[in-house]
């Protein structure tokens, strides 16, 4: 009933800024009340690092990118945004986007849906 794609990942240096793009799709699309980026670095778990609510009014960040990270959405255009400033190495990361109506915005189990992931590498 959703499909998501994301792009926009790539390979940038520390300091460097990137803009992720997540397609949004399906039936049940509009009836989404949060949207969100996770990232998974490998020996890690799912980390939850930006959600917004449906009408781009309410978003939550992890404290470790806070700051630095921006989310958005254009329903317009059916997609999903995460503008990501002053990069680390440790953000590097699978990251991939995901849509759901439960709580809280930033636990990967309150999605259902989810895309493949895009990844970013951040270099010294």
């Known amino acids: 009933q959703v499909q998501l794609e994301e792009s926009g990942g790539g390979s940038v240096q520390a300091g460097g800024s990137l803009r992720l793009s997540c397609a949004v799709s399906?039936?049940?699309?509009?009836?989404?009340?949060?949207s969100a980026w996770f990232r998974q670095a490998p020996e890690k778990g799912p980390e939850g690092v930006a959600a917004i609510g449906s009408g781009g009014g309410t978003t939550y960040y992890a404290d470790s990118v806070q700051g630095r990270f921006t989310i958005s959405r254009d329903n317009d255009k059916n997609s999903l945004y995460l503008e990501m400033n002053s990069l680390k190495p440790e953000d590097t990361a699978m990251y991939l986007c995901a849509a759901g109506w439960g709580w809280p915005p930033l636990n990967p189990s309150t999605y259902k849906y989810w895309g493949q992931g895009t990844q970013v590498t951040v270099s010294s």
């Open positions: 399906g039936s049940s699309a509009s009836r989404i009340h949060y």
